[in-house]
């Protein structure tokens, strides 16, 4: 069992860190800046362009570390070539949005074992004892727009499914929750579920084909992300179906919330990028200066439904930080 466990709060969610055993963090050096680069997935992706944003905010508060983000553009193996580039090249601190963690669990675990401290963000297997993590649950963050679903539609309601990338621990764990807070508990039909990778095109072009192919059969699509939700929302427009279904997502992004304001999407589920990044940039410090004694720490941050009822602190927010006046240009 880990040892040093704490349980903090934010607002009425529970935020809870497990710290445990790993070797030697560094001592912080006088006038040392720490190198640390961010391995995220593929940057044309919303959520990771907004995670990355988040973490080069949070990092500009600490004079004594610079962060580096190098894409991957959706490959694994570009993914797995960048972590050994920046491992020759003697980064300090590695931090890793994976595409697949089964696949990558082992060389993470290889190189922390030699002396480079990396953190998995957003999403991990938790099967690197010693690696840092900042998660929101995917299996939660599935549940609350599940159970939000459920209490909107008919109990034999037509749906279609959007998923991530085949093998992601996010889009399974998500899907797994709507089995077991829905398809399992009611009469609904799945007309069909496809693969979008998590891209806005994707989940566009495959609402197309089933606008064709089912019409207003369509009660719902209940998709694993914002991104793919939205784009599904598109291409009912241009059929005529947007206002005979109902759309939800999960990441709580800033078009996201624009769309729920606006009558469109349904509800999604918030996995904070600002939190995790803050999170994030602590922890990379704390292990870095010393601070953190064990080298590791591993966090959950809360999960909390967007709906109507307080989308316009959403929209705030995202007016208040940029985010949604960037959408507008």
Known sequence: MLKNTKTLFCGLAELTMLAGWATGASAADAGKVYKVAFLPTDMSATFAAWLS?????SFGKYKDMELTVIDSKNSLNTQISNLETVVAQKYDYVIL????PAAEDDRVREFIDKGTPMMNINLDSLQVEKASSVIAKPYDLGTV???????????????VVLLGPSGNVDSIERRRAYNDVIFSKTKMKILDEQI???????????????????????????????????????A?????????????????????AASIQAGE???????????????????????????????????????????????????????????????KK
């Open 265 to 327: 999407l349904k509800a999604t589920a918030l996995q904070d990028a600002q939190l995790m990044a803050e999170e994030g940039a602590r922890i990379v410090h704390d292990v870095l200066t010393g601070k953190n004694k064990a080298g590791f720490e591993k966090v959950q941050i809360p999960v909390t439904l967007i709906d109507k009822d307080n989308v316009a602190t959403f929209i705030k927010r995202y007016t208040d930080n940029g985010m949604l006046n960037a959408l």
């Open 53 to 57: 944003d988040e973490l080069k905010n």
């Open 196 to 234: 979008g990778d998590w891209y806005k095109d994707k989940g566009l072009s495959l609402m197309e084909n089933w606008a064709q192919k089912f019409g207003p059969k369509i009660d719902a699509v209940f998709s694993m992300n914002d991104g793919m939700a939205l784009g599904a929302i598109e």
């Open 145 to 159: 727009v599940a159970q939000y679903a459920k209490s909107n539609l008919p109990d034999d309601a037509n749906v």
């Open 97 to 100: 949005l994976p595409i697949q």
């Open 236 to 256: 009912a427009k241009e059929a005529g179906l947007a206002d005979k279904v109902q759309f939800y997502g999960v990441d709580g992004l800033a078009d996201a």
